[in-house]
């Protein structure tokens, strides 16, 4: 958990699941998140002993290792639990 916690990682890390992007696709995709905090979070994402994220300097785009790649059941779990959390909850109003 140290390694995806605090309020973006999780987030960013998310958002690279379905493509490669570059800084500028993230920070559109990401609501709230400013250039700042972007970079701080992609940063440590790519630390060498994380090395959640990897970057690719010629593309000048972000996307998931191949260590990061075995949070993405997890993360499919979560969202698909969130959908019916929303769910369940649009029924009770």
């Known amino acids: 958990m140290d390694l995806v916690g605090g309020k973006w990682k999780g987030?960013?890390?998310?958002?690279?699941m379905d493509k490669p992007k570059r800084f500028s696709e993230l920070k559109q995709s990401i609501t709230g998140i400013s250039d700042r905090m972007l970079s701080l979070a992609l940063k440590e994402l790519e630390l060498e002993q994380d090395r959640l994220l990897l970057k690719d300097t010629e593309a000048r785009c972000y996307q998931l290792s191949e260590?990061?790649?075995f949070?993405?059941?997890?993360?499919?779990?979560?969202?698909?639990?969130?959908?019916?959390?929303?769910?369940?909850?649009?029924e009770c109003e």
């Not at 059941?73 to 369940?88: H, I």
């Open 11 to 16: 987030v960013i890390l998310y958002r690279l």
């Open 71 to 90: 949070l993405r059941p997890a993360y499919l779990a979560m969202d698909e639990w969130g959908r019916q959390y929303q769910q369940r909850c649009a």
């Open 67 to 69: 260590l990061a790649e």
